[in-house]
């Protein structure tokens, strides 16, 4: 197949014009999907598919080299940009990304950042979230301004950090927005706990990282320290960002917790956790998930 044409939607030409730019090669097999490969990069190739509004870029990893659901989530939060771990129906875990198509100007930016967060996905759980590419120094963002430029009300707090009421039905639920490593950081919580019995552990990561398959562009990341713990979401945009991104953001932060905080509090309920295994799957469910798929290859 070659080129989109005249009738091809312009966030699809917009993409596949981004992808032949930053992309070593770009095989197209669908109007709206492609194979491609990272240029000067010893990588799988991914898959790209523009669906709603969004480029998704996704490769697969191999079972027996991951480590368990938790860690997954504990290593989203070290990676660049839109990257993420994401435990797909079939029980294997991707590595994916979703970048929104919302202007052709920045999407070739975000996709070579991209394609610099998969080549640093190396060590996912050893290895620390790197600061973005040195270039041009960037000025801080004005991050209360660029919230209130994208219909958000934003009250400013210490150290530069804005919080955003966020448009969800079910709770309250505040992000937080700051500047961090050249970034823009956008978060909100969704469960926090103080510790957290064996089954619930097993509930919560096994949610929240089927979950990053199918929120757009928000991510999922536990963090804990000595007085407990906390699952989030995030969005993470290199700077410079614009008031379109962020309004993207914190669309996609209120759709994600209005989803996943109900369940990840109920999670933490070790009956509701042990009969969500009995239905999702514990490890030994994955265990013979990720054996059948071995016999299929």
Same mark, same amino acid.
């Given at each position: 197949m070659?080129?989109?044409?005249?009738?091809?939607?312009?966030? $699809?030409r917009w993409g596949y014009?981004?992808?032949? +730019?930053?992309?070593?090669? $770009?095989?197209? $097999?669908?109007?709206?999907?492609? &194979?491609? @490969?990272?240029?000067?990069?010893? +990588?799988?190739?991914?898959?790209?598919? *523009?669906?709603?509004? &969004?480029?998704?870029? @996704?490769?697969g990893l191999l079972p027996g080299s991951l480590p368990s659901r938790w860690d997954l989530l504990k290593a989203n939060a070290s990676l660049l940009g839109f990257l993420k771990f994401a435990s797909m129906p079939d029980g294997n875990v991707s590595l994916r990304a979703e970048i929104p198509v919302r202007a052709e100007s920045a999407l070739s930016r975000r996709i070579d950042q991209t394609c610099?967060?998969? *080549?640093?996905?190396?060590?996912? $759980?050893?290895?620390p979230r790197e600061a973005p590419a040195a270039s041009a120094e960037v000025p801080s963002p004005d991050l209360a301004k660029l919230c209130e430029e994208a219909g958000w009300q934003c009250s400013s707090r210490r150290g530069g950090?804005? *919080?955003?009421?966020?448009?969800?039905?079910?709770?309250?639920h505040t992000a937080l927005i700051s500047e961090?490593?050249?970034?823009?950081?956008?978060?909100?919580?969704?469960?926090?706990?103080?510790?957290?019995?064996?089954?619930?552990?097993?509930?919560l990561s096994a949610f929240l990282l089927a979950a990053? +398959?199918?929120?757009?562009? +928000?991510r999922t990341i536990v963090t804990e320290d000595e007085a407990g713990g906390a699952a989030l979401l995030e969005v993470l945009l290199e700077t410079p960002t614009s008031s379109a991104e962020i309004g993207c953001t914190l669309e996609a932060l209120s759709v994600g917790a209005e989803l996943c905080a109900p369940v990840a509090d109920i999670l933490q309920h070790e009956e509701a956790a042990k009969l &969500?295994?009995?239905v999702r799957g514990g490890p030994r469910t994955l265990e013979k998930m990720q054996q059948t798929t071995k016999r299929k290859l």
């Open positions: 070659n080129a989109p044409d005249s009738h091809t939607p312009p966030e $699809v014009a981004a992808l032949q +730019a930053a992309m070593e090669s $770009v095989e197209r $097999v669908a109007p709206d999907r492609w &194979f491609v @490969s990272l240029r000067g990069r010893a +990588a799988p190739r991914l898959l790209v598919e *523009a669906v709603d509004g &969004f480029l998704i870029l @996704s490769g610099r967060a998969f *080549a640093n996905a190396l060590s996912p $759980v050893q290895a950090r804005c *919080a955003v009421p966020l448009d969800a039905h079910q709770g309250a961090r490593d050249g970034c823009a950081q956008v978060c909100t919580e969704l469960a926090s706990w103080d510790s957290l019995p064996g089954h619930c552990r097993e509930g990053n +398959a199918r929120l757009r562009l +928000a &969500f295994l009995s």
